[in-house]
């Protein structure tokens, strides 16, 4: 017979999100990224945990009033993309800000984020050459509200 402590050894840690209030998970993604905080000016960020420790962050920035906003991702872990982060993090995007679109970037060798987005309900919309400062291609990826199967 398993005991109590054997049996939440085998339960999986629970995900979570939040919004970042304290700065800290911009400071993280940015810093994973190697890009500067600065960068991405006014913005919503949200943190996504495994048990205590944070495994993603989605900034959500560049937002045009009932128009678009622009997301960047970074993630240490794959559990983080779960169906009520999924709808947590299109809720946001559709719902409260309104917005007929969603955009991202992809660099063009990303081939894993690439088909995460692609799976997701992103399409390609374009390939902006030697964009990234390293001069690597990078993709633009777009959703429509009426595209979104988060909703």
């Not at 009520?84 to 990303?110: E, H, P, Q, T």
């Amino acid at each position: 017979m398993i005991g109590l402590k054997q049996a939440s050894a085998l339960k999986p840690e629970a995900v979570s999100y939040k919004p970042d209030v304290t700065g800290e998970v911009i400071k993280w993604v940015c810093a994973g990224l190697g890009d500067n905080e600065a960068d991405y000016g006014a913005n919503l960020t949200i943190g996504v945990y495994l048990g205590d420790k944070l495994i993603a962050g989605i900034i959500f920035n560049d937002h045009r009033k009932d128009v678009d906003v622009w997301l960047t991702i970074y993630s240490i872990n794959k559990r983080w993309c779960t169906r009520a982060v999924l709808k947590y993090v299109f809720g946001i995007v559709f719902n409260l800000m309104n917005c007929r679109r969603c955009n991202i970037f992809i660099s063009k060798d990303n081939h894993e984020s690439l088909s995460l987005c692609e799976r997701l309900g992103f399409k390609k919309e374009g390939l902006l050459r030697q964009y990234r400062e390293n001069g690597t291609d990078c993709y633009v990826l777009g959703m429509l509200k009426q595209e979104c199967k988060w909703l």
